[in-house]
């Protein structure tokens, strides 16, 4: 049973549009929640999280809204560039173990 | 630099054969962790290692897998008489402290059972 469920599965934005992708999840007891950026072959890379305490968190041109009541949260990609072109991966965890659930991906591709 | 070291970082073995990777943390992590992902899905959770002490194995760790930490630094993964089912990216991971609190990411390595 896949405890993170993340939508679209694939976008495409033109270059300097705003790319939004959103996840929801079911195990309340989750009280951390990161992104990840994977390019083909490589391994992913934090972008960016937040904890439930907080309703949204900014750096630089991405931004994640948290609903904890919802028990959604999503990611926003201001201005998307040609090099944010790569697959998102939504995840929770406890802060207890961090073990991760994933959600299944997004492929954000921004033409020029 | 994620600060997490694998090897190797592509393998390609035949069905039936024994292989086992490795996990170098660059500097000391006391909880390390590995996933398995598979093309066009997001890293499932395999096992995790709180120093030496391996505290929760998957039910994807089926009994031909066996990761140990001997020393509480570096980790090993071995996979025992593969399948092709077994084709995946083995991904090592550490919680960093501190501020950040979160867990990164090795370039993983790369499994093809043929």
């Known amino acids: 049973q896949q405890q993170v469920k993340q939508s679209p599965q694939s976008l495409i934005v033109q270059k300097g549009g705003i790319s939004i992708i959103n996840c929801a999840y079911e195990?309340?007891?989750?009280?951390?929640f990161p992104w990840y950026q994977q390019f083909p072959g490589k391994g992913p890379a934090l972008l960016i999280a937040?904890?439930?305490?907080?309703s949204e968190k900014k750096e630089g041109r991405f931004t994640i809204s948290f609903n904890k009541s919802a028990k959604q949260f999503s990611l926003h990609i201001m201005d998307s560039q040609p090099g944010d072109s790569a697959t998102y991966f939504c995840?929770?965890?406890?802060?207890?173990?961090?073990?991760?659930?994933f959600g299944a991906g997004t492929t954000v591709t921004v033409r020029a | 630099d994620t600060g997490v070291s694998q090897d190797p970082r592509h393998k390609i073995t035949k069905r039936g054969q024994n292989v086992t990777f490795r996990c170098d943390p660059i500097?000391?992590?006391?909880?390390l962790y590995w996933y398995r992902q598979t093309l066009g899905q997001g890293p499932e959770f395999l096992t995790y290692?709180?120093?030496?002490?391996?505290?929760?194995k998957s039910r994807l760790l089926s009994d031909r897998f066996s990761a140990e930490r001997p020393k509480g630094s570096f980790s090993t993964l071995e996979i025992q008489r593969t399948e092709q089912g077994d084709s995946a990216m083995y991904l090592c991971?550490?919680?960093?402290?501190?501020?950040?609190?979160?867990?990164?990411f090795g370039e993983g390595s790369w499994l093809t059972v043929v």
């Open positions: 995840a929770a965890s406890m802060q207890n173990d961090y073990k991760l659930s």
């Open positions: 195990n309340t007891a989750f009280d951390y």
């Open positions: 937040i904890r439930p305490d907080v």
């Open positions: 500097s000391e992590h006391n909880r």
């Open positions: 290692f709180q120093n030496e002490a391996q505290l929760e």
């Open positions: 991971a550490l919680r960093r402290g501190g501020p950040g609190n979160t867990i990164y």
